[in-house]
């Protein structure tokens, strides 16, 4: 079994060319409505499986959340057919390894397995949809341990509030991007059975997620298991998405934020972005790249090498479907301060708005992100991965080969008039990230 591991470890990272852009799929829909996206890869001994179902933070109501991520936790409890506790010792036996993710918009569960154990991986998925332990034992459980995740991730991580989008509260007013994504624990400690139980019943169901195969198999045995598998779970009536409309900001807000496990501040500029969708987010992404990746950015060349006036410098979008946020931060070198640092930001980011990049680093961006394309579908992961966010989160799989044709295709003059627009100070939230030894 040994051998099957690191067999496994070995193929996930097999090389994509970088000469091979284009990623080869095909999809369909069972008659269940349930979303099926295969791309068959047979050069290594290797799949991936990835079921996304279209529900996240986003979707809870107030008074009630957590849900969403809760259930990232309380469906590897086991199943009707998987005897409590032993999701994770099955998989490792098999040689597989899996996990899941929540986002404010999607819950994702992803396993990787030698070929050989194809039927394994498509039965334990439809379990999960089917079968799951869903009873007060898991409940309580489970809740322990998103508590320790909070103290580990948010409570005691210096800077978490901003790595894990805490701050967010700060620049909606109105949508629920405002909350954590690992919700309020206040409500989930009064959340009854009941209601974890209908949570289950509104979002998880086959014509709400999409599941992409990836990997050594044949399509014509791939298809077959799919459909005995998930082709005969039930269809059930798709939740309404509520849309929320945040108003655009109009004024600079300026606000402080505590944390007990630093004791350097920091400058945060968060700005209400497009959608992940929209052509401009990619330009911002772009931006970000230009301002912060990298020792020869900009801000990192300005106020990190040359003047020396900060510890740390970063920039970058975190992409939404109904809208992005934009990041920009400093951690001062000793007394400079953080309004010292906000302007030298500004300087940069005036330079973006009002005068055109050099061609040189329009070509240095544009070979960053052709690097990053082919890191991110160098395994059958990786594309699996992909595939399913191309199409419930971009609404086109085919995103997946034309993301560098539209970066390619993004010009100097897009990204002046996107950084004056988006960046302008007017839109953004600016705060003083201080240590709680600081509060008066």
């Known amino acids: 079994m040994k051998k099957n591991i690191i067999t496994l470890a070995t193929a996930l990272f097999v090389g994509f060319s970088a000469n091979a852009q284009k990623v080869e ?22 799949i991936a499986l990835e079921v996304l179902y279209n529900v996240g933070a986003k979707d809870e109501v107030d008074g009630k959340t957590g849900m969403a991520h809760f259930y990232e936790h309380l469906l590897f409890t086991g199943t009707k057919n998987i005897e409590r506790g032993k999701w994770s010792e099955i998989q490792s036996s098999r040689g597989g390894s899996g996990n899941a993710t929540t986002s404010a918009d999607r819950t994702n569960y992803y396993e990787t397995f030698p070929s050989n154990e194809l039927k394994l991986a498509l039965w334990m998925e439809s379990e999960r949809l089917l079968h799951p332990i869903v009873d007060q034992k ?12 909070k103290r ?37 400690d009064n959340a009854k059975l009941e209601e974890f139980k ?26 077959s298991l799919i459909k005995s598998y998930f082709g005969t779970i039930p269809a059930r ?3 309404k998405k509520v849309t929320i409309i945040e108003p655009e900001r109009k004024k600079e807000k300026r606000v402080t934020e505590y944390d007990s496990n630093i004791q350097l501040p920091a400058v945060v500029l968060l700005h209400n972005t497009p959608s992940m969708k ?41 992409p939404m479907v109904d809208y992005s946020v934009y990041t920009i931060g400093a951690i001062p070198l000793g007394k400079n301060s953080l309004d010292d640092l906000i302007k030298e930001i500004d300087e940069e980011v005036l330079k973006l708005q009002t005068e055109l990049i050099s061609d040189e680093d ?53 990204i002046r008039a996107v950084a004056k627009k988006y960046l302008a100070k007017n839109r953004r939230v600016v705060i003083d990230y201080l240590p709680t030894s600081k509060k008066k």
């Open 25 to 46: 799929f095909e999809e369909y829909n069972l008659d269940n409505g349930m979303h099926v996206i295969l791309h068959q890869d047979n050069s290594a001994p290797v």
């Open 138 to 149: 898991a409940v309580d459980t489970q809740n322990e341990v998103v508590k320790e995740e």
């Open 278 to 318: 929209d052509r401009e987010s990619k330009v911002l992404d772009v931006i970000s790249t230009i301002l912060s990746d990298g020792k020869s950015s900009r801000l990192q060349k300005k106020l990190v090498e040359d003047k020396k006036k900060a510890l740390a410098i970063f920039s970058f979008s975190r």
């Open 237 to 239: 009536t798709l939740p």
């Open 198 to 223: 209908a949570f289950y019943d509104k979002w998880y169901m086959p014509n709400n997620a999409v599941l992409v195969l990836a990997g050594d198999f044949q399509k014509k045995e791939a298809k």
């Open 362 to 414: 329009l070509q240095k961006v544009r070979n960053k992100f052709e690097n990053r394309f082919v890191s991110s579908n160098s395994s059958v992961q990786g594309i699996a991965s992909s595939l399913a966010s191309n199409y419930m989160l971009m609404g086109d799989t085919h995103r997946i080969n034309n993301e560098l044709e539209i970066i390619n295709s993004i010009t100097k003059e897009e």
């Open 152 to 188: 580990q991730r948010l409570d005691n991580a210096p800077y978490g509030k901003i790595i894990y989008g805490e701050v967010y509260k700060h620049l909606f007013d109105k949508h629920n991007y405002r909350r954590p994504i690992i919700g309020f624990i206040k409500d989930l």
